[in-house]
Each structure stands twice: as C-alpha cells, then as structure tokens.
C-alpha cells in the first residue's frame, strides 16, 4: 500500500537506495487513498499529463478488470461503499476530496505518534464512542500533558455479551492510565447515561456525558479539524483511523443543512473518539482555564472523595480543570 507510506520515507529512505545503480526501480502498488505524494508519482507516468517524465510509467487496474473476481459480489459492493469509497476502492481512481471533511495531508501529518504504556507524572485522558446496533465501541486514552495531544491507546471491540462487560472494559483501560478522566458519548437512545452513571460510582475515575446534537456535533468535528490542521494531535499509523477520516464525508440534506458522516455502509466510530478525545484535551493544547474553579467543582460536591461527575455540553475544560 504505497500510498499509506509517508512521502518523507520515500524520499528520505527509500529513493536514496536507489541511487548507487543505473537501472535501479521502484514499484509502488496501492488502493488510491487521496491525491498524496503516490497520486503526484503517479502523474509523472501519464502520457500527456503535465507532470509527465522521462523514467515513469503508470497503470490503472479497476477490480472489474480482474477475472477472478466475482461480478455480481462487486456490484453489491457499490450499494455498501459510500461513493467516494467504491470509486477508490473498487475502480481505483483518484477521488478529489471535495465532499471530504479532513484534508488528506493533515490526516497524513499527524499519523507519527506511537503507542506507548502509563507514565508517572503526565496526565491522560479516556474518549469512548459507544456501539449501536452494528457499530463498534472505541476506546481511544491520549496523553494531554503537552502539545500535541498524543493517542497512546486505541482499542476497538463489539460483540460483547452485556454493558457490564463494555463497562469492566473501559474501566480496565482508564485504570491502567492512572484512572485518567473518562469523556464518554451519553446520546439519547444509547446505553451511555446509565453505563456513564456505573463508571462514576464504581471507579475512582472523573466521567464527563457529551450529548450530541446536530450543534454539538458540528463543533466536534470542527474541533477535530482544527486539531488536525494546526498538529495539535498525533496518533500511530491506525488503518481503522485513517480509513474512517478519509471518508468523513460532507452531505447536503434535501433540508439544506449540512451534516458530516462516514458515508453509507462505513463507520465513524474511531472518528468520534479522536473527535471527543481532542474536545476533552483543549483546555490543555490552549492551555485555557476556568476563571471560576469553585463553580466548576461544586457541580461535584457531595459525591464520593475523590470522585467528579461533570455534566460536560459545551466548555470542554471543564472536564479537565475538574479532574485537576
């Protein structure tokens, strides 16, 4: 998957091996995955392309052109992907990004960090994206003790029997990060509120509720977006991740509003999470406070020591001044 490798280990790595023999090559073989540095290379081999040059040469090998595979599975694939996934996937063309939320560089950019284990002295925090029906649970730790924010942890999983093994999941993971404060999706119609509620009496964990609306959401993946742009946050190469982001799509509703989704037959799961995780990390990455920490902790006066529940639905600091 040559579009998956970052440009600077092409050029910085791989390309310079080449260099001590005269008919040296390179193949890079790949799913499109956005106009990168592989769809630049690739133009270099189009005749008639202005990018065109001596020494390249290029092809195009749509699934339908294999005959192997079966045709009939191929067009129900196309009622599953979304259009800009079918179109790369299946007919291997260079989708322009135009109904795409985040830039393919900026996604690119960021995938540098690396996973790593619990250390003394720094401060995380636990984002989960709850299943629905067919969707995946996400549990996403990152360290927010400087910028970037950094994704040390990613574990997604469906299939468990109850929410009571969901909750001793996710508590599993916060408590192995020092009890690290808990954002959690509690939307209406999702198990979130109770299981939220079952987090907060049963761990020593500080949990914060995020309820999504279309306002709500909207600033999310702003936010994210934001985040991405500026390399306010990193995570390791997760092919999951990456996938979800790249087909974040724009659509424009027959309402005229604008929403923002995995398109049809996709998931967005591991997209929220990072969505909720850079929420819950911005009053670190801007080192903003609240000018008020009395108001803020007396929301949580009267549970259990050491114990914080913050209703959390539109000043993200919040849940780490109160976790503080």
Request: charge should be negative; hydrophobic fraction near 40%; glycine fraction near 6%.
């Amino acid at each position: 998957e040559g579009a998956y490798i970052a440009d600077e280990v092409v050029r910085k790595v791989i390309l310079p091996m080449l260099a001590d023999h005269k008919d040296a090559q390179l193949l890079l073989v790949s799913t499109p995955f956005g106009r990168n540095h592989f769809y630049r290379r690739y133009l270099r081999g189009v005749s008639g392309a202005s990018e065109h040059r001596k020494g390249y040469r290029s092809w195009t090998f749509p699934s339908q052109g294999n005959p192997h595979l079966n045709r009939d599975f191929l067009e129900d694939l196309r009622l599953e992907m979304s259009d800009m996934e079918y179109r790369a996937e299946i007919l291997a063309e260079f989708v322009e990004e135009q109904s795409g939320v985040f830039r393919w560089q900026d996604i690119e950019a960021c995938a540098d960090g690396e996973f790593a284990s619990y250390e003394e002295g720094r401060r995380y925090l636990c984002a989960v994206d709850l299943a629905r029906w067919q969707d995946w649970t996400v549990v996403m730790v990152g360290d927010v003790t400087q910028q970037p924010a950094r994704v040390v942890e990613f574990q997604r999983f469906h299939g468990l029997q109850s929410w009571d093994e969901v909750k001793v999941r996710i508590a599993t993971i916060a408590n192995a990060y020092g009890a690290c404060p808990i954002i959690i999706d509690t939307t209406h119609g999702s198990q979130g509120d109770p299981l939220a509620d079952d987090l907060w009496r049963e761990t020593s964990a500080p949990v914060a509720r995020f309820q999504f609306t279309y306002d709500s959401k909207l600033r999310l993946v702003e936010n994210l977006v934001q985040f991405l742009s500026h390399r306010w946050v990193s995570y390791p190469m997760i092919e999951d991740l990456l996938r979800e982001m790249r087909y974040f799509e724009y659509t424009l509703r027959d309402s005229g509003r604008i929403t923002m989704a995995a398109g049809s037959g996709y998931h967005d799961d591991c997209v929220i999470a990072l969505g909720l995780l850079c929420w819950g990390a911005r009053g670190n990455i801007e080192d903003e406070t609240v000018d008020d920490m009395e108001e803020v902790l007396a929301r949580t006066r009267g549970r259990r020591p050491g114990r914080h529940a913050v209703t959390n639905r539109s000043v993200p600091e919040d849940l780490i001044e109160a976790a503080r």
